[in-house]
T-cell receptor
Framework: AQTVTQSQPEMSVQEAETVTLSCTYDTSESNYYLFWYKQPPSRQMILVIRQEAYKQQNATENRFSVNFQKAAKSFSLKISDSQLGDTAMYFCAFMKLPGYHGNQFYFGTGTSLTVIP | DAGVTQSPTHLIKTRGQQVTLRCSPKSGHDTVSWYQQALGQGPQFIFQYYEEEERQRGNFPDRFSGHQFPNYSSELNVNALLLGDSALYLC?????????????FGPGTRLTVT
C-alpha cells in the first residue's frame, strides 16, 4: 500500500518570502508520479507541479519548485516570492504508473499555508 | 472549454436516506474518479470509471456505487447514509491516454448528513 505523509498541518510565511512544504511517502514501486495540488478556500483543487520518479531533475513551474529525493522518499515544495493568492491548503499526492486498473491518487492530509501581508 | 462540473453544490440529507451526486468531465476526458474529503483531511479515493466500467475501487463499502454514461459523465450513489458520510465529494477526470496523468478536479459537492 502507498502512504503519503505531510507533517506540517499549518504554516505561515511573510509575503515575498520563501517557504518549503514537506512531504514523505512510502511505496515499493520504482516508477511513479508525485504531485502537489493547491486547494484554495473556493475548494477547487488545482495542480501546482508534477514530478516523474524516473526523472532526476527537479520540476520547476515559475515560483514553484520541488526537491525530489527518491532514495529518501521525500518530495518537498518550495514557494518563492510568496503571494497572498498562495494562501490555501496544499496536498501532496502519489500515483503509481497508470495501467488497465486505473490511476488512483493517494493524498496526504494537507498543509494549510497562510501568506501574511 | 468547460472544466469538470459537479452538481449539486450543497446537499443536506437525513441518516438512512440515499443520495446521488453528478459529475461531467472536462472536454476530451473519458475517465472519472470520485474522492471523499472529510473535514480537515486529504481526499480518499472511492472508485474510478472508464468505458462505463468500474476500473478500480478504494476501501469503501458497497453502499457507495457509481455509474458512467456513454457521454463519460458519472454518478455517485450512496445508500443508507450515515453521519460519517458527511464530507466534500470530489470528482476528477483525466484522459486515458497521454503522458501527463494529471487529474482535473471539480469544485465538489458538500454533503451534510443529519
Amino acid at each position: 500500500a502507498q502512504t503519503v505523509t505531510q507533517s506540517q498541518p499549518e504554516m505561515s510565511v511573510q509575503e515575498a518570502e520563501t517557504v518549503t512544504l514537506s512531504c514523505t511517502y512510502d511505496t515499493s514501486e520504482s516508477n511513479y508520479y508525485l504531485f502537489w495540488y493547491k486547494q484554495p478556500p473556493s475548494r477547487q483543487m488545482i495542480l501546482v507541479i508534477r514530478q516523474e520518479a524516473y526523472k532526476q531533475q527537479n520540476a520547476t513551474e515559475n515560483r514553484f519548485s520541488v526537491n525530489f529525493q527518491k532514495a529518501a522518499k521525500s518530495f518537498s515544495l518550495k514557494i518563492s516570492d510568496s503571494q497572498l493568492g498562495d494562501t490555501a491548503m496544499y496536498f501532496c499526492a502519489f500515483m503509481k504508473l497508470p495501467g488497465y486498473h486505473g490511476n488512483q491518487f493517494y493524498f496526504g492530509t494537507g498543509t494549510s499555508l497562510t501568506v501574511i501581508p | 472549454d468547460a472544466g469538470v462540473t459537479q452538481s449539486p453544490t450543497h446537499l443536506i440529507k437525513t441518516r438512512g436516506q440515499q443520495v446521488t451526486l453528478r459529475c461531467s468531465p472536462k472536454s476530451g476526458h473519458d475517465t472519472v474518479s470520485w474522492y471523499q474529503q472529510a473535514l480537515g483531511q486529504g481526499p480518499q479515493f472511492i472508485f474510478q470509471y472508464y468505458e462505463e466500467e468500474e476500473r478500480q475501487r478504494g476501501n469503501f463499502p458497497d453502499r457507495f456505487s457509481g455509474h458512467q454514461f456513454p457521454n463519460y459523465s458519472s454518478e455517485l450513489n450512496v445508500n443508507a447514509l450515515l453521519l460519517g458520510d458527511s464530507a466534500l465529494y470530489l470528482c476528477a477526470s483525466s484522459p486515458q491516454v497521454g503522458d501527463s496523468y494529471e487529474q482535473y478536479f471539480g469544485p465538489g459537492t458538500r454533503l451534510t448528513v443529519t
